[in-house]
C-alpha cells in the first residue's frame, strides 16, 4: 500500500504541531532573553549547520532504493539500505558535528560578537549534541517514508514536539539555550527510538540496525553524490542568508529575520511536506505506471495553487498581530521580512513538486543546476548589498534568489515525467 491519503493528512499534523513549537519555543527565548538571544540561536545553528552539509544523502537514497522494493519479500535487501545508511550517516555526522563545534567554538567572539560570547559559549556543546541528534531522527525516519508509512513518521513527529514544546516551559527559564537545546535532544533521541520501532514493526521482527553491507553502500553512494551535490548546495541557503544578516545586521536584526524566516517557511512546508510524502509513491509509479505519475503530478500541483496564495497572502496581512503576540511589541523589520520571505517561499511550496521529482528518481542536474545559480548569486549579491546598503536589501536578495531558482527547477525537472513547463493555469 502507497498510503498515499494517509500520509498527506498525518504530514499535515505534523505541520501544525511545528508551527506551535516554533511559536511558543521562541516566544520563551524573547521572553527570557530578547530578540538578540534568539538571534544568537539562530546564528550558532547556522554556523553549525555547515556540519550538515557533509551528509552524504545516505537515507534520501535510500528512499529511493526501498520505495519500490515490497517488504515482505525484500525485506533482506530492505534490511541492508536501511541499516547502512543509518550507520554511515550518523557517523559521518557526529564526527563533522564536533569538528564545527570546535571551530566554531574558537571563532565565537567572531561570530556571535563579544557581547555575546557569554550566552553562546554554555549552550554551544547542547547545540552540537542536538544536531547529532537532529540528524538521526532524521535519517531513521526517513525510513518510514521509504516503506510508505509516512502517516507513522508524521505520528512520531507531533508526538516529538509535543514533548519538545513541554520541555521548553520548563528548562528554557531556568538555563536559557541551554535548556532549549536539551529539550531539542530529549525531543530527538525520543523521535530515533520511536521511528525504529515502527520500522522493526513495518519489516516484522524487532532487530538493531547493524545489517551494514557494502554493497548497499556503493550503491547509495552512487545515488548520494548527485543527491549530495544538490543537498550541499540546497542546504546552504538558509545558513547562508542567516549568516549575511547576522554579520551586518546584528544579533537584533538576526533574531527578527530568524522568526521571520522560521514562520514562513512553516507556512511552506504545510504545502512542501505534503509534496516529500509523496515521493516513495512517484519513485514506483514512474517505473510502473507513468500516466499516473503524471496525474498525481498534476493534482498536486493544482492543489499548490489553490492554497499556497491564500495562506501566505494570510501570513503577511496578519504579520503585525504575529509581532505583537511573538515580541510584545510591534517589529516593522520583521513585518517587512516575512512580506519579502512570503514571495520566495510561495514560489518554493508552488514548485515543490518539480523539486522532488529529482528526489524520486535520482535525476538531480535540474535540482544541482538551480540550486548552484541560486547559491551563488545570494553570496554575491548578498555580501555587496551588505557592504553598501541596509541589512534589509539583504532579505529581498534572498526572496528573489529562491522566485528565480525554484521556477529554474520545475522548467528543468517537468520533462522527467514527460510534461512541458506549462502556466499555472494549466496545472
Not at 552539509?53 to 535510500?62: I, K, R, V
Not at 557569554?118 to 540528524?135: E, F, K, Q, Y
Request: proline content about 4%; hydrophobic content about 55%.
Amino acid at each position: 500500500m502507497l498510503n498515499i491519503r494517509r500520509n498527506v493528512i498525518f504530514s499535515l499534523l505534523e505541520v501544525c504541531s511545528a508551527t506551535l513549537l516554533t511559536f511558543f519555543s521562541y516566544r520563551m527565548v524573547v521572553v527570557e532573553g530578547g530578540i538578540a538571544q534568539l538571534g544568537v540561536w539562530s546564528t550558532l545553528m547556522a554556523w553549525l549547520g555547515i556540519a550538515r552539509l557533509g551528509d552524504f544523502g545516505l537515507g534520501g537514497a535510500a528512499t529511493r532504493f526501498v520505495a519500490p522494493l515490497d517488504a515482505r519479500t525484500d525485506t533482506h535487501r530492505i534490511h541492508g539500505y536501511i541499516d547502512t545508511a543509518i550507520i554511515s550517516n550518523v557517523l559521518l555526522i557526529t564526527v563533522l558535528s564536533l569538528a564545527a563545534g570546535l571551530a566554531v567554538s574558537h571563532w565565537l567572539t567572531f561570530v556571535v560578537g563579544p557581547d555575546h560570547v557569554a550566552v553562546a559559549r554554555p549552550a554551544l556543546p547542547w547545540m552540537v549534541g542536538a544536531i547529532v541528534c537532529t540528524n538521526l531522527a532524521m535519517v531513521v525516519t526517513s525510513s518510514l517514508f521509504a516503506l510508505h508509512r509516512g502517516f507513522v513518521r508524521s505520528m512520531i513527529m507531533v508526538a516529538g514536539n509535543l514533548i519538545q514544546l513541554s520541555l521548553v516551559f520548563v528548562l528554557v527559564p531556568r538555563h536559557g539555550l541551554t535548556g532549549f537545546a536539551i529539550a531539542q535532544i530529549v525531543q530527538f533521541l525520543f523521535c530515533s527510538l520511536a521511528a525504529w520501532i515502527a520500522v522493526c514493526h513495518a519489516l516484522g521482527a524487532p532487530r538493531l540496525p547493524i545489517a551494514f553491507r557494502m554493497s548497499a553502500l556503493r550503491d547509495l553512494v552512487g545515488i548520494s553524490v548527485k543527491l549530495q551535490a544538490a543537498n550541499i548546495l540546497n542546504s546552504s541557503f538558509e545558513p547562508l542568508s542567516k549568516m549575511l544578516v547576522s554579520h551586518f545586521g546584528g544579533m537584533h536584526v538576526q533574531g527578527l529575520y530568524e522568526a521571520a524566516f522560521r514562520g514562513v517557511t512553516t507556512a511552506r512546508n504545510l504545502f512542501s511536506n505534503t509534496s516529500t510524502t509523496l515521493v516513495p509513491a512517484m519513485a514506483r509509479l514512474i517505473g510502473t505506471d507513468l500516466p499516473e505519475a503524471q496525474r498525481l503530478y498534476r493534482v498536486t500541483l493544482r492543489n499548490m495553487w489553490r492554497g499556497v496564495p491564500i495562506v501566505f497572502i494570510g501570513l503577511v496581512v496578519g504579520s503585525p498581530v504575529i509581532s505583537l503576540l511573538w515580541f510584545g511589541s510591534f517589529q516593522a523589520p520583521f513585518c517587512v521580512f516575512v512580506a519579502l520571505l512570503c514571495f520566495g517561499h510561495g514560489t518554493a511550496a508552488i514548485c515543490a513538486p518539480a523539486y522532488n521529482l529529482g528526489q524520486a528518481t535520482g535525476m538531480m542536474r535540474g535540482v544541482i543546476v538551480s540550486t548552484g545559480i541560486g547559491l551563488a548569486t545570494l553570496a554575491l549579491a548578498g555580501t555587496v548589498v551588505g557592504l553598501f546598503g541596509p541589512p534589509m536589501l539583504i532579505v529581498l536578495v534572498v526572496s528573489a534568489t529562491l522566485v528565480g531558482q525554484n521556477l529554474l527547477v520545475r522548467r528543468m525537472n517537468e520533462p522527467i515525467l514527460g510534461l512541458h513547463h506549462h502556466a499555472p493555469q494549466a496545472a
